[in-house]
């Protein structure tokens, strides 16, 4: 059986845009609905799944993409040496560029969801293969940072600082994320603020992602030279002084004070 490319390309397209698509509206029904009922939950549940779908297509797409950059280009007749090179050269950055940022809205939806767990189970952040996962994190953040870094003074330089930046991010959320695997939770309710902050950190990669690649698809490039990282930044520039204001509300509420080393 012979398998089209451009049908393939379609279908793994459709199932990365459809669900990131209904993650997008599904992700504000637990940030206004009534905590840990019925519609927080289930809704919950359906933003999970959505996540997890983007997640698989796009991994598999960067993947694709950088190890058989051509097939992401259906006409190639008429192009010279050069213009070739580039488009290969831009494919494989669209899977460095996808498959990272795939990875880091992964992360925080796992680490959500583990939280959860440690509600009733102290010990559910020092799995193993959650360290393993951060391990992989780390890794992948120094190979960006690299990348990116060749990239300014290489041929590719375009977007360079796109890869370097969310590399440098990427560390410090690994920083982050490799506490939470060692070190016993400082609050009681450490689960909860956790929780909430994780699931709002993949709200923030998914409206990043639709701003950056969604919106682009749609209207073009809307901005140019130094406003064009505008959409990168932008969720980002909301999202987490909202976390940080919300983690604070729900420590006073609950009037939960840090628990003492050794207690």
């Known amino acids: ?124 952040m020092q799995s193993g293969w959650l360290r393993s996962l951060v391990a992989i994190e780390a890794i992948l953040c120094i190979a960006m940072i690299f990348y990116g870094w060749q990239r300014a003074f290489g041929t590719g330089a375009n977007h360079w600082w796109a890869i370097f930046g969310i590399g440098v991010a990427g560390l410090t959320a690994t920083y982050k994320h490799c506490m939470d695997t060692t070190q016993p939770a400082p609050y009681r309710m450490q689960w909860w603020y956790r929780h909430m902050e994780y699931m709002l950190t993949t709200g923030i990669a998914f409206h990043t992602a639709f701003l950056v690649f969604g919106v682009t698809r749609i209207f073009g490039s809307l901005l140019t030279g130094y406003y064009a990282v505008l959409p990168w930044i932008l969720p980002s520039v909301i999202g987490v002084p909202a976390i940080l204001f919300w983690v604070a509300w729900y420590r006073r509420k609950f009037n939960d004070e840090r628990i003492a080393k050794g207690v």
Not at 14 to 29: E, K, N, Q, S, T
Not at 39 to 65: E, Y
Not at 88 to 109: A, E, K, Q
């Open 1 to 124: 059986m012979q398998f089209d490319l451009t049908t393939l390309h379609g279908w793994l397209r459709l199932c990365h845009v459809l669900p990131g698509f209904v993650g997008l509206i599904a992700f504000w029904f637990p940030v206004f609905a009534k905590k840990g009922k019925r519609v927080h939950v289930l809704v919950g549940k359906l933003f999970a799944f959505c996540c997890l779908t983007v997640v698989i297509s796009a991994t598999i797409s960067s993947i694709w993409a950088v190890v058989a950059p051509m097939s992401f280009l259906p006409n190639t007749r008429g192009m010279s040496d050069q213009q070739l090179a580039n488009a290969v050269d831009s494919s494989r950055f669209f899977g460095w560029l996808l498959g990272p940022l795939s990875l880091f809205t992964f992360i925080p939806l796992v680490f959500s969801l583990q939280w959860l767990k440690a509600k009733n189970s102290p010990t559910a």
